[in-house]
Nanobody, 116 residues
């Protein structure tokens, strides 16, 4: 059974930091590119960041470039999203995604709220 379980969300003040994790199971994690997406209330889900299967290449949405860092540990079947200099507009449910060829899996999401 494929599972992607996000954790680490919560409430943080503007300018603060938060680290998200996504633990994967039920598939060969090291064969999949991993991404983070987010969805704010009333908005469509949007791309945040991605990392290749071996972690050699990363990519970021312009809105988070320089503030967020995606990484992965294939030995632990986990992908991370380190977020810093958080802004209220970063408030959203954050989802991790695994993709390879025609296969794609989603987690259930974790809420991140940036507010004073």
């Amino acid at each position: 059974q494929v599972r992607l379980v996000e954790s680490g969300g919560g409430l943080v003040q503007p300018g603060g930091s938060l680290s998200l994790s996504c633990a994967a199971s039920g598939f060969t994690f090291s064969n999949y590119g991993m991404s983070w997406y987010r969805q704010a209330p009333g908005k469509e889900r949007e791309y945040v960041a991605a990392i290749t299967s071996v972690g050699s290449i990363t990519n970021y949405a312009n809105s988070v470039k320089g503030r967020f860092t995606i990484s992965r540990d294939n030995a632990k079947n986990t992908v991370y999203l380190q977020m810093s200099s958080l802004k209220p507009e970063d408030t959203a449910v954050y989802y991790c995604n695994a993709a390879r060829l025609t296969s794609t899996y989603w987690g259930q999401g974790t809420q991140v709220t940036v507010s004073s």
